[in-house]
């Protein structure tokens, strides 16, 4: 973008309140300092497990050779497969709904009325504590988890699209109007850019709420997935085996956060640019 | 005198039951230039939403070329008081803002132009965090040319600005509404100074609720620039005449003391108040009111 290739760089700009502020790294540095941080947890981790007994801990070693036998006999590939369908099921339905609606209460104040009670209840209840009504209504199957996946993910996208809505400027309103801005307009124009950094850190929260809700499903419907490979091998005592999927789900969290963030970067371009 | 362009009469808002502006009656002629001065909260801004469509008028009515206001009309523009640019937009983009949401055709040869004439030429792929105030509001003020407006609604448009930028910028905008040959001007301000350098006309509005109680036609020479006009013999006088009317708007607006005609009785009485200090050119009043028509 040439905007940011024209500004002064960041030495030549003023000094003062912003010397006070986080040093941004450079990339090198950063990614220097991110493998340093896990290789130090795998360091701690092989040297303390290594020492104790494997079914209490294991350590990576045993958890990589673990990881390559699961892959080899198809178990992890299924069980991954079978979650990531929950997963991505449930978090685009609760996406998508939390975002309509969530546009919908920011925009209309009887529809924000109308849902406030509901919401916040839904909210404070625990997914888990429904999971039995959920099971009564939907069975076993795909179906139930996908739903359980759904109430973790639809709230928080849809409590930060309302208040993204909210915060819409009411000077920019006023502006858009004098200049004769039809709604679909004042929606491209003015609320939808304004309320995407907000969207983005509700579909951020989710992703962590999803892959919770992920294993929940797994563990208390019918045992599936990448849940059941932890149930099952922890009951076995196969504690290697049972590791490989807990560090499968952390790599997904790690992975789909980099993802959303780089479409934010993207897509909330104006807001990267030094003030 | 050119026919009255944008005509209010016996205007009168209420926001929540509150009376903001009371029987506020002005007339407009094309390519004037007129400055609505008061002190905060005296309804002036009030004023110039009604005028810009933005808020209802509760009784009266304006009318602008013979069809009453009713909404925002793409015959105004408005250059606001905080810039009201768009973040996630471009210098460019910001001021094509006007004809697209119109969905009228963005002649490039146009925003070319305005970004050259406003000194925004080096900075138009730039985002307004990017800019000083003085450069977003250039942006603003070729955001509303870039509409063609009629008239032009200016709030207080330099009053975010430091004292040179905004002089500086007094100075750009006069010398384009007077390079135009076809613009009708109303600017709202609290500062005497820019009043009388912009101004064909002042009028004082004090409240609230907002009233007109003194109107003062600049005759004042043009082109002006904001080092001339204050060395013309007349400038003083003017100065001190809409000085004392904002600074004594006591027995002006209250109720009784004030005729229904207000604007018209009112300049004898600052009259007599400052008798020696009115030039005989500064003719208050004299502009046409909205019932003589």
Same mark, same amino acid.
Not at chain 1, 76 to 86: N, R, W, Y
Not at chain 2, 43 to 62: D, F, I, N, Y
Not at chain 2, 248 to 269: D, F, N, W
């Given at each position: 973008?040439?905007?940011?290739?024209?500004?002064?760089?960041?030495?030549?700009?003023?000094?003062?309140?912003?010397?006070?502020?986080?040093?941004?790294?450079?990339?090198?540095?950063?990614?220097?300092?991110?493998?340093?941080?896990?290789?130090?947890?795998?360091?701690?981790?092989?040297?303390?497990?290594?020492?104790?007994?494997?079914?209490?801990?294991?350590?990576?070693?045993?958890?990589?050779?673990?990881?390559?036998?699961?892959?080899?006999?198809?178990?992890?590939?299924?069980?991954?497969?079978?979650?990531?369908?929950?997963?991505?099921?449930?978090?685009?339905?609760?996406?998508?709904?939390?975002?309509?609606?969530?546009?919908?209460?920011?925009?209309?104040?009887?529809?924000?009325?109308? &849902?406030?009670?509901? +919401?916040?209840? !839904?909210?404070?209840?625990?997914?888990? $504590? @429904? =999971?039995? #009504? *959920? %099971?009564?209504?939907?069975?076993?199957?795909?179906?139930?988890?996908?739903?359980?996946?759904?109430?973790?993910?639809?709230?928080?996208?849809?409590?930060?699209?309302?208040?993204?809505?909210?915060?819409?400027?009411?000077?920019?309103?006023?502006?858009?109007?004098?200049?004769?801005?039809?709604?679909?307009?004042?929606?491209?124009?003015?609320?939808?850019?304004?309320? &995407?950094?907000?969207? +983005?850190?509700? !579909?951020?929260?989710?992703?962590?709420? $999803? @892959? =919770?809700? #992920? *294993? %929940?499903?797994?563990?208390?419907?019918?045992?599936?997935?990448?849940?059941?490979?932890?149930?099952?091998?922890?009951?076995?005592?196969?504690?290697?085996?049972?590791?490989?999927?807990?560090?499968?789900?952390?790599?997904?969290?790690?992975?789909?956060?980099?993802?959303?963030?780089?479409?934010?970067?993207?897509?909330?371009?104006?807001?990267?640019?030094?003030? | 005198?050119?026919?009255?362009?944008?005509?209010?009469?016996?205007?009168?808002?209420?926001?929540?039951?509150?009376?903001?502006?009371?029987?506020?009656?002005?007339?407009?002629?094309?390519?004037?230039?007129?400055?609505?001065?008061?002190?905060?909260?005296?309804?002036?801004?009030?004023?110039?939403?009604?005028?810009?469509?933005?808020?209802?008028?509760?009784?009266?009515?304006?009318?602008?070329?013979?069809?009453?206001?009713?909404?925002?009309?793409?015959?105004?523009?408005?250059?606001?008081?905080?810039?009201?640019?768009?973040?996630?937009?471009?210098?460019?983009?910001?001021?094509?803002?006007?004809?697209?949401?119109?969905?009228?055709?963005?002649?490039?040869?146009?925003?070319?132009?305005?970004?050259?004439?406003?000194?925004?030429?080096?900075?138009?792929?730039?985002?307004?965090?990017?800019?000083?105030?003085?450069?977003?509001?250039?942006?603003?003020?070729?955001?509303?040319?870039?509409?063609?407006?009629?008239?032009?609604?200016?709030?207080?448009?330099?009053?975010?600005?430091?004292?040179?930028?905004?002089?500086?910028?007094?100075?750009?905008?006069?010398?384009?509404?007077?390079?135009?040959?076809?613009?009708?001007?109303?600017?709202?301000?609290?500062?005497?100074?820019?009043?009388?350098?912009?101004?064909?006309?002042?009028?004082?509005?004090?409240?609230?609720?907002?009233?007109?109680?003194?109107?003062?036609?600049?005759?004042?020479?043009?082109?002006?620039?904001?080092?001339?006009?204050?060395?013309?013999?007349?400038?003083?006088?003017?100065?001190?005449?809409?000085?004392?009317?904002?600074?004594?708007?006591?027995?002006?607006?209250?109720?009784?003391?004030?005729?229904?005609?207000?604007?018209?009785?009112?300049?004898?009485?600052?009259?007599?108040?400052?008798?020696?200090?009115?030039?005989?050119?500064?003719?208050?009043?004299?502009?046409?009111?909205?019932?003589?028509?």
């Amino acid at each position: 973008m040439t905007a940011t290739t024209t500004l002064p760089p960041a030495s030549a700009r003023p000094a003062g309140r912003r010397s006070s502020r986080r040093r941004s790294l450079s990339p090198g540095k950063r990614w220097a300092l991110r493998i340093a941080s896990v290789a130090a947890i795998l360091i701690a981790w092989q040297i303390y497990g290594g020492s104790i007994n494997p079914i209490l801990l294991s350590d990576p070693s045993a958890v990589a050779v673990a990881f390559v036998d699961m892959v080899r006999d198809g178990t992890l590939g299924h069980a991954l497969a079978s979650s990531l369908t929950v997963l991505g099921l449930g978090f685009a339905f609760g996406a998508v709904a939390g975002v309509a609606i969530g546009l919908a209460a920011g925009r209309s104040e009887v529809i924000a009325a109308l &849902l406030e009670w509901p +919401v916040n209840a !839904l909210y404070a209840v625990p997914a888990v $504590a @429904l =999971i039995p #009504v *959920i %099971v009564l209504w939907f069975g076993f199957a795909v179906t139930t988890k996908t739903v359980v996946v759904f109430l973790f993910v639809i709230f928080p996208v849809l409590i930060n699209t309302t208040r993204g809505v909210r915060e819409v400027d009411p000077e920019l309103v006023e502006v858009a109007k004098s200049f004769c801005s039809s709604e679909r307009r004042l929606w491209i124009d003015l609320i939808l850019p304004s309320a &995407l950094p907000f969207i +983005v850190t509700g !579909l951020r929260l989710a992703i962590g709420r $999803a @892959l =919770i809700g #992920v *294993i %929940v499903a797994e563990y208390y419907t019918s045992l599936s997935g990448l849940g059941d490979l932890i149930s099952t091998n922890a009951s076995n005592f196969q504690t290697a085996r049972m590791f490989v999927p807990i560090v499968v789900i952390a790599m997904l969290g790690v992975v789909c956060t980099a993802l959303l963030e780089l479409a934010e970067r993207r897509l909330v371009q104006w807001r990267k640019v030094p003030q | 005198m050119p026919p009255p362009h944008l005509v209010l009469d016996d205007v009168c808002v209420e926001i929540g039951g509150k009376r903001i502006l009371e029987d506020v009656s002005l007339s407009i002629a094309e390519r004037e230039f007129v400055c609505v001065i008061g002190t905060s909260g005296g309804g002036k801004t009030t004023l110039l939403r009604t005028v810009a469509g933005l808020l209802p008028a509760t009784s009266g009515a304006v009318t602008l070329a013979g069809a009453p206001v009713t909404g925002p009309s793409p015959r105004t523009a408005m250059v606001f008081q905080h810039f009201g640019l768009f973040p996630w937009k471009t210098v460019r983009a910001n001021i094509a803002y006007g004809l697209r949401v119109q969905g009228r055709p963005v002649d490039p040869d146009l925003v070319r132009r305005l970004l050259a004439t406003l000194k925004l030429g080096a900075v138009a792929d730039y985002y307004p965090s990017q800019l000083s105030g003085g450069m977003k509001q250039r942006v603003g003020i070729a955001r509303a040319l870039a509409a063609e407006p009629d008239v032009l609604l200016l709030d207080e448009p330099f009053s975010a600005l430091d004292a040179i930028t905004r002089e500086s910028l007094q100075n750009e905008v006069l010398r384009l509404w007077e390079g135009n040959a076809a613009m009708t001007a109303l600017q709202v301000t609290h500062d005497i100074d820019e009043a009388l350098l912009m101004a064909d006309r002042v009028v004082v509005v004090s409240g609230p609720p907002g009233r007109i109680t003194f109107e003062l036609k600049v005759d004042l020479p043009r082109p002006r620039d904001s080092q001339a006009i204050r060395a013309h013999e007349d400038y003083p006088g003017m100065r001190k005449l809409l000085w004392d009317s904002l600074n004594t708007p006591g027995p002006l607006e209250a109720p009784g003391t004030v005729p229904e005609t207000a604007p018209g009785t009112v300049p004898e009485t600052a009259l007599e108040r400052v008798p020696e200090a009115a030039p005989a050119r500064v003719r208050p009043g004299t502009a046409p009111l909205a019932e003589g028509i």
